[in-house]
């Protein structure tokens, strides 16, 4: 009996531990940490790299054009991740932020404009970004295939964005908070 209550409590542990990873999100779940690493592997299991999936939620692009609401549009599909930034008018507004995952990234530049710029970090585990956004569409593709912790931060104006202001996944959900974390499920 005071074996099963041990194991009870450590997974009850390891599941609010996994669900306060993803709090920031608010739109994913994931199986606790530690239940996956705890089955045994062998000679024929997959790769770690290729284990696990993003959560559905963030799947598929939310709905937006150029001249949208002002923020950030992230969004995962088969092709890799992918964030927009837009706004209504023509008046340059400045978008800027970070991206940090747990493995490396491989990134491109999408629609950017003279003075719109991405910079990778020498471990290619971050990306930063600031683009002069002047009612188009500007942005970034990047894949990652062996990451399964993404942490997305985004500003405008050089104010952190409301939350509000960030879509994310076809529904386009608004995370809990920014900067807010993506957790693969595995």
């Known amino acids: 009996?005071?074996?099963r209550h041990s194991s009870t409590s450590r997974i009850r542990g390891a599941v609010v531990s996994g669900l306060l990873c993803l709090s920031g999100l608010g739109i994913a779940f994931a199986v606790p940490a530690g239940v996956a690493a705890a089955e045994p592997t062998t000679a024929t299991t997959v790769s770690t790299c290729d284990a696990g999936h993003w959560p559905a939620s963030v799947d598929?692009?939310?709905r937006f054009v150029a001249g949208s609401r002002a923020g950030d549009y992230i969004w995962h599909d088969r092709t890799g991740w992918h964030l927009r930034v837009t706004h209504p008018g023509h008046r340059g507004v400045v978008f800027s932020g970070t991206i940090r995952s747990d493995?490396?990234?491989?990134?491109?530049?999408?629609?950017?404009?003279?003075?719109?710029?991405?910079?990778?970090?020498a471990d290619h585990k971050s990306v930063t970004y600031r683009f002069v956004?002047?009612?188009?569409?500007?942005?970034?593709?990047?894949t990652t295939d062996c990451a399964s912790r993404l942490s997305f931060?985004?500003?405008?104006?050089?104010?952190r964005l409301p939350t509000g202001r960030i879509w994310v996944g076809h529904l386009g959900r608004h995370p809990l908070e920014n900067p807010f974390v993506v957790v693969k499920i595995h």
Do not use: C
């Open 153 to 159: 931060g985004g500003r405008m104006g050089g104010l």
């Open 60 to 62: 598929g692009r939310p």
């Open 1 to 3: 009996m005071l074996h």
């Open 133 to 142: 956004n002047h009612g188009w569409i500007d942005g970034l593709d990047f």
């Open 103 to 121: 493995a490396a990234l491989s990134v491109k530049g999408v629609r950017l404009e003279r003075g719109d710029k991405f910079t990778l970090s």
